[in-house]
């Protein structure tokens, strides 16, 4: 079983920086394909940001510029830079871990974070 753990949410004002973290105990972390995605109230959860083995990466249209994920394997983590942050970045933020060819769905997710921007 894997555990996604995520941290590094907290409120921060507009034009401010974030940097989450997200750690997975698995031997295979290296192949996994990691992710982060965000739910606000009344919204679905969205993608934001997702990283592969080879280290390619794919951010949401609204992110794009502002926000760049990471990987480091050889500590099993992941991280999420936010930079140039709005009100509209308010979510709780998830992690997401899956084997490369799977779903999101059969995927492990964390206990998620929270992020609050204030105008």
């Known amino acids: 079983q894997v555990q996604p753990v995520e941290s590094g949410g907290g409120l921060v004002q507009a034009g401010g920086s974030l940097r989450l973290s997200c750690s997975a105990s698995t031997t295979f972390f290296s192949i996994y394909t990691m992710g982060w995605y965000r739910q606000s109230p009344g919204k679905q959860r969205e993608l934001v940001a997702a990283?592969?083995?080879?280290?390619?990466?794919n951010y949401a249209d609204s992110v794009k510029g502002r926000f760049t994920i990471s990987r480091d394997n050889a500590k099993k983590t992941i991280y999420l830079q936010m930079n140039s942050l709005k009100p509209e970045d308010t979510a709780v933020y998830y992690c997401?871990?899956?084997?490369?060819?799977?779903?999101?769905?059969?995927?492990?997710w964390g206990q998620g974070t929270q992020v609050t921007v204030s105008s």
């Open positions: 997401n871990a899956r084997r490369p060819g799977l779903p999101i769905s059969d995927g492990y």
């Open positions: 990283i592969i083995s080879g280290g390619s990466t």
